[in-house]
């Protein structure tokens, strides 16, 4: 059974940092052909912060996440992390993480076939 499962989340305060960290079983991340990142605030949509791809390690990110968090893999812990720095209010949020099997770009959900069931991220004012 595939599962992703988060961890890192946490109540910062703005300006502060935190490291979110995505573990993959019944599946290596290798097998999958990008991963990402996508938040959700209360009463908004899916939204993307960030991918990696798993061959050649080409990122993208969302543009107002973009600068301030960085996404990486390591292929020997079968992890991801997504490092988010000067955070702000506005990034307050559940985190997911999600893989796509196919696809080598994508910032919408429907690319995605896999998925976390999130961490929390609160940034205090």
């Known amino acids: 059974q595939v599962q992703l499962v988060e961890s890192g989340g946490g109540l910062v305060q703005a300006g502060g940092s935190l490291r979110l960290s995505c573990a993959a079983s019944?599946?290596?991340?290798?097998?999958?052909?990008?991963v990402g990142w996508f938040r959700q605030a209360p009463g908004k949509e899916r939204e993307f912060a960030a991918a990696?791809?798993?061959?050649?390690?080409?990122?993208f990110y969302g543009d107002s996440v973009k600068g301030r968090f960085a996404i990486s893999r390591d292929n020997v812990k079968n992890m991801v992390y997504l490092q988010m720095n000067s955070l702000k209010p506005e990034d307050t949020a559940v985190y997911y993480c999600?893989?796509?099997?196919?696809?080598?770009?994508?910032?919408?959900?429907?690319?995605?076939?896999?998925w976390g069931r999130g961490t929390q991220v609160t940034v205090s004012s």
């Open positions: 990696i791809r798993w061959s050649g390690s080409s990122a």
């Open positions: 999600a893989a796509s099997l196919t696809a080598s770009w994508g910032t919408e959900p429907r690319y995605y076939d896999y």
């Open positions: 019944g599946r290596t991340f290798s097998s999958y052909n990008m």
